[in-house]
């Protein structure tokens, strides 16, 4: 037992979910990492803040793997009006700490700050260059509530503490991350409006499958990195990061960022559904035909194999009676490659299974884009496939909320202007 | 065992309890044996059981009905592949949602269906999407097992999503926006297993069908009979155990001049129960030439039913059709309709 009484069982489930002081404590009560620390020499980091992919370990394939353990806070700026030089001074000073005392790696801290249409409100202007869309639904069967913070933080390691502490002490709460003295702390200055969190990767969706939305019977696979059983974030089925920079403008080196939280129901997926319809539903009925996915899909590599699927999958899906998530998505890419970079992870939050669905991407259409080719209105048209059943995955999410977001490059991440030119 | 499932298998009369200890709660008497040697047909099932109505509430265009029954297997519908789901311990209820059109009493099929939460002093205690579901007494629904809680009063929220298929006549313009409505359901274990229960031990697995279950709060789900259906029936075909009637119209309010309207209705047999979610091909001549060769979509129409339609550019009365089935219905089945309709014929009217 801790302080706050979080129970050693309640703790293990959830130490990232729960959060604060006494979550940190309990977590370094269980062993305190060894964490690389990072630099002074701000100019040796990446110039983009999505920069991860070189500073993320691979798997045996050679896939970029996500950090293990996510935090985002959703962040007001507490000043009415335009941001003061001393308020971007003390957020960059803020994050300049985090980045001394921690690696930018998946064994440190990686972290983006991404600002929302309600920031750029307080300039009457757009951010130049870029569109930063207010949310909206966008499929005719989703009823999303729209976020509407000033700012997003995401922050990510493979280390729980690490999270933990980095969010700790930007709250002001803890004075140390990975023994370096916080110069300064976001207080007074973003305030935190909600708080996220989630995991990613082998045995983590299992160990915390006790949720609503997912059956008793404990059905997630020991090897699965997300609930639905399946890898995901193959380098062939992601947009690289050039993809999503933005070339032009004063945000040049940004991206923009959607954050959408989707509620998972998976009993009828996994105690209903054959392995068959799933790999049926999650790739494309002829890798189900084929036995193409083993397990959880590591046997796949470096992509999904879906140029194996039909292309037309429309007329596949009206000849088949069903169509695969990945065959729809595959219809979205340009030049044969995807135009989005998912950084999506798994949720525990509110005791019910969810999916953060973080993408970064050059432009917000990009990711309507996307969705369009996922929601596979087209392929339901005059067709036995429903508009959700049989449609690759749609059958067993609620999408709740969503949000867009500007990164901007990494000098002008603290409270930029609209035209920083 | 629990005690919602000892009363599930013992409170019938004439329920039979042979198959010993170890399948006795797996083998509820509520889901006899199925039946061996299953016709690739409409076939009279093991049993029928009656059901409860949890309520019923108006959600913006729409009307919906709740009804309740024990936990069914049923049969999810996968290209020409079924698979059986069947029911687990935790299933308290088979709960069915109907939704119509208060206007004119027609049960509507949305492609993208309704969206399921039971709710119990602000707790979720289940939540899914039911599936899009045919059965012979209660026709076409939506429908799953839940769980429940035991005996109390829950609230049961909706959500009817947006009807993305197209509509014609006086339907054209409706049903475009999604809904949601909630209904309190006070439910009691005695009120379910009071609920009628009967086997048919002589006919089961015969060619046939049990009757539609007529209600007064829910209208049936029924395509019209052949004869009845809008324009010039062009002929009644069957197919996989499928009853397709085409028909054809020359004249319509959606129609332009110089356009007239192929439909095809497709049902089951005896009991005209609508079949939707399929893909179908058709081709039109008139005059020896071909005037249509495309897909034919699903569509809603106050007279038409729900059916599968092309508006076809030619004023010609006498058509020759041809229907090809790309792909049969992805409804779920309940016991009875899990053998039928799952080919691919062909046809020419």
Not at chain 1, 287 to 293: C, L, P, R, Y
Not at chain 1, 311 to 328: L, P, T, Y
Not at chain 2, 145 to 158: A, C, F, K, P
Not at chain 2, 174 to 195: C, N
Request: proline share 6%; charged share 25%; with cysteine.
């Amino acid at each position: 037992m801790t302080d706050r009484g979080i129970s050693r069982r309640e703790f293990a489930k959830s130490a990232v979910a729960i959060g604060g002081t006494a979550a940190l404590a309990a977590c370094l009560d269980r062993g305190t990492p060894d964490v690389p620390e990072g630099t002074d020499d701000i100019a040796s980091l990446p110039a983009r803040q999505h920069a991860w992919n070189d500073a993320l370990a691979t798997d045996d394939a050679g896939n970029p793997r996500m950090a293990r353990h996510h935090v985002l806070l959703l962040l007001d700026y507490e000043r009415d009006g335009r941001p003061t030089d001393g308020d971007r001074r003390q957020v960059e000073d803020a994050l300049s700490t985090l980045e001394q005392a921690y690696e930018w790696s998946n064994d440190g801290l990686l972290f983006t700050l991404g600002y929302g249409p309600t920031y750029f409100d307080r300039f009457e202007a757009n951010p130049a260059g870029v569109d930063v869309p207010e949310p909206k639904a966008l499929a005719p069967f989703e009823d999303p509530e729209p976020d509407t913070p000033d700012a997003l933080l995401h922050l990510a390691s493979d280390h729980e503490s690490v999270v933990l502490a980095a969010e700790e002490a930007l709250k002001g709460t803890r004075k140390t991350v990975n023994d370096h003295e916080m110069s300064t702390t976001f207080e007074g200055v973003l305030s935190v409006a909600d708080r996220r969190t989630g995991f990613v990767g082998t045995g983590l969706p299992a160990e915390k499958q006790d949720v609503d939305g997912i059956p008793d019977s404990e059905p997630v696979p020991e090897e699965a990195p997300l609930f639905m059983g399946f890898k995901s974030g193959f380098k062939g089925n992601q947009a690289t990061e050039d993809r999503v920079t933005v070339d032009a403008g004063p945000f040049a080196g940004g991206a923009t960022q959607h954050l959408s939280f989707i509620r998972l129901h998976l009993q009828q997926w996994y105690e209903q559904d054959s392995r068959e319809q799933r790999v049926s539903k999650m790739f494309c009925p002829a890798h189900a035909d084929e036995g193409k996915v083993e397990g959880v899909g590591e046997n796949l590599g470096t992509d999904s194999a879906i140029e194996e699927c039909p292309e037309d999958a429309v007329e596949s899906g009206r000849r088949e009676g069903v169509v695969g998530h990945s065959q729809k998505l595959s219809r979205a890419r340009e030049d044969d490659s995807p135009t989005i970079l998912r950084r999506d992870f798994d949720s525990t939050d509110g005791g019910e299974a969810g999916l953060h669905f973080l993408s970064l991407q050059q432009s917000i259409e990009d990711f309507v884009a996307t969705r369009e080719a996922m929601n596979g209105t087209d392929v339901a048209e005059n067709s036995a496939v429903g508009q959700r059943t049989n449609n690759g995955i749609l059958q067993y999410m609620t999408v709740e909320r969503r949000g867009n977001y500007l990164l901007p490059p990494r000098n002008l991440r603290a409270l930029p202007p609209a035209d920083p030119a | 065992m629990n005690r919602r499932r000892f009363l599930a298998s013992t409170g019938l009369a004439g329920a039979s309890l042979v198959a010993g200890c170890g399948s006795f709660q797996s083998q509820s008497t509520r889901s006899p044996p199925l039946v061996e040697n299953r016709p690739d047909a409409t076939y009279r099932p093991t049993h029928v059981e009656g059901m409860g109505m949890a309520g019923m509430a108006q959600a913006g265009d729409y009307m919906v009905g709740l009804g309740y029954s024990f936990p069914h297997r049923f049969w999810t519908v996968t290209g020409t592949d079924t698979e059986r789901v069947d029911i687990r311990d935790a299933d308290s209820i088979h709960l069915m949602a109907t939704v119509w059109d208060p206007e004119t009493e027609m049960v509507l099929p949305i492609s993208a269906g309704v969206a399921i939460t039971i709710e119990r002093d602000g707790e979720t205690v289940d939540e899914k999407s039911p599936w899009p579901m045919i059965s012979q007494s209660m026709g076409f629904h939506y429908g799953d097992n839940y769980e429940l809680d035991g005996d109390g009063l829950y609230t049961v929220r909706v959500r009817v999503n947006a009807v993305s298929d197209r509509r014609l006549g006086a339907f054209a313009g409706r049903f475009d926006d999604a809904a949601e409505t909630s209904v309190e359901f006070d439910f009691a274990q005695s009120a379910l297993d009071e609920l009628s229960y009967e086997a048919f031990s002589e006919t089961q697995g015969e060619r046939g069908a049990v009757d539609l279950m007529e209600m007064s709060m829910r209208p049936v789900s029924q395509t019209p009979v052949a004869d009845e259906l809008p324009g010039t029936l062009l002929g009644t075909k069957k197919g996989s155990d499928g009853v397709y009637a085409a028909t054809w119209l020359s004249e319509a309010d959606f129609l332009a001049d110089g356009e007239s309207y192929l439909a095809v209705s497709v049902r089951t047999p005896y009991n005209r129960v609508p079949l939707p979610m399929m893909s179908l091909d058709g081709t039109v001549e008139t005059g020896g030439e071909t005037v249509f060769d495309d897909a034919l979509g699903a569509a809603l129409h106050p007279d038409l039913g729900y059916h599968y339609g092309a508006v076809v550019e030619t004023a010609e009365s006498d058509p020759s059709v041809g229907v090809d089935v790309v792909a049969p219905s992805q409804t779920s089945r309940h016991e009875g309709y899990e053998t039928a309709f799952l080919a691919t014929p062909s046809f020419s009217f």
